[in-house]
């Protein structure tokens, strides 16, 4: 069973099975993808113990025959994607209850379930896919260590370009454009480029505010390779650091290389968390520490599992997570440092390959 795609239908029909459903309508897009292969952004995918049926339009049909192959039987509908699904299901043999993944239908089309296909019973479900994604095999794997050398060599080659009377945007530019150079095929959220004060907003948005020498500057973004996700983060110094920021900027590098280091799958997220909170706090800056450890990494930027303080869930073998520690002190900056890393059956592997030195730029 040599098609990736082959071995995750048969995990799928079992999870149906123990969900007590004849078939799983998929709409989540990232779903469709890791289960066919197609990458296009207009599907439906219906699954049974004995048919894939992927429906699609006319803009994906050299597209979708290029990357599914006879993998799936797949319609071309000229019309709504659902009339095509309607279609498909009568013709199959006799199905009683269907699943759907409650987490990425709207509301607008669970109408459509109840009304034209009210023929069958709906029965909601949650994580059937998700929770095969968790596991990444080792073209998966392959792919985020490809998608972490690309986003490592564009920060490589954008810090030397960073000088102070720069904006935040102009540095976004100068990053986005290495990571196009480098190989990215996107961009899997918009590039962070916080400096000064603005470094203590987790998630700030790059504005034309100019950089001053003295300032704290974070830069949190990813890239991308077949689908496949890099989410990394490092914080500098524009100019040379006070002992203040150097102080938190150690506190925070030694509480990720803590995570890195000995989160372990089968640990729960909960408690892969608090390898390096309880360390932030024994160092007085727990207050300052805001938000969850890490999440899973792949065809999304934001996956299963978490690592969070409310997180019960054990860590699965094989999944990909980050480790994305952070003080951040309202009006004065703050600091990330995020890594990608691999639960190995033999412990964690640490994907992210740049140096987790404090870097004074400029």
């Known amino acids: 069973m040599s098609d990736p795609r082959q071995r995750r239908l048969v995990a799928l029909v079992d999870g149906l099975t123990a969900a007590h459903v004849d078939g799983l309508l998929v709409t989540s897009l990232p779903n469709i993808r890791y ?30 025959a290029e990357e599914v192959g006879d993998f799936a039987r797949v319609t071309i509908e000229p019309q709504s994607l659902w009339t095509g699904l309607w279609q498909q299901l009568g013709q199959l043999s006799p199905l009683d209850v269907i699943g759907f993944e409650s987490a990425h239908v709207l509301h607008r089309d669970f109408q459509r379930l ?28 392959a792919l985020i ?44 959220f918009p590039s962070i480029v916080a400096s000064g004060p603005r470094s203590a907003l987790p998630h700030a948005r790059s504005t034309t505010r100019r950089i001053e020498s003295g300032d704290f500057l ?32 150690e506190v925070v590098r030694v509480a990720n290389e803590n995570a890195a280091n000995r989160v372990r799958a089968g640990m ?5 968390d608090a390898i390096a909170r309880d360390y932030i706090e024994q160092r007085g ?13 792949g065809l999304e930027v934001h996956e299963a ?15 990909v997570v980050t480790i994305e520690p952070g003080i951040y002190r309202p009006g004065w900056g703050g600091v990330r440092i995020e890594d990608d890393v691999f639960l190995s059956p033999t412990g964690p592997k640490i994907l992210t390959t740049f140096t987790h030195e404090l870097i004074e730029l400029g």
């Open 35 to 64: 289960l066919t292969g197609f990458s296009g952004s207009s599907a439906l995918l219906f699954i049974t113990p004995r048919d894939v049926i992927l429906v699609s339009d006319f803009r994906y049909q050299t597209q979708i």
């Open 114 to 141: 109840l009304e034209a296909g009210g023929r069958w019973q709906w029965r909601p479900t949650v994580d059937l896919v998700e929770t095969l994604r968790e596991r990444k095999d080792a073209g998966e794997l």
């Open 145 to 188: 260590e490809a998608a972490n050398g690309i986003a490592t060599r564009a920060l490589a080659r954008t810090l030397p370009q960073v000088h102070a009377h720069m904006t935040e945007l102009e540095v976004a530019g100068a990053l986005e454009k290495a990571l196009r150079d480098e190989g990215s095929e996107g961009f899997p």
């Open 218 to 249: 974070l830069l949190d973004f990813g890239a991308e390779t077949q689908g496949y996700c890099a989410d990394i983060t490092r914080t500098c110094v524009v100019g040379v650091a006070e002992p203040e920021q150097r102080e938190i900027y």
């Open 268 to 272: 729960t997220g909960r408690d892969a």
């Open 285 to 297: 800056y727990g207050d300052l520490f805001g938000h969850s450890l890490g999440h899973g990494l």
């Open 305 to 319: 599992p978490r690592l969070a303080r409310t997180a019960d869930g054990a860590l699965a073998e094989g999944a």
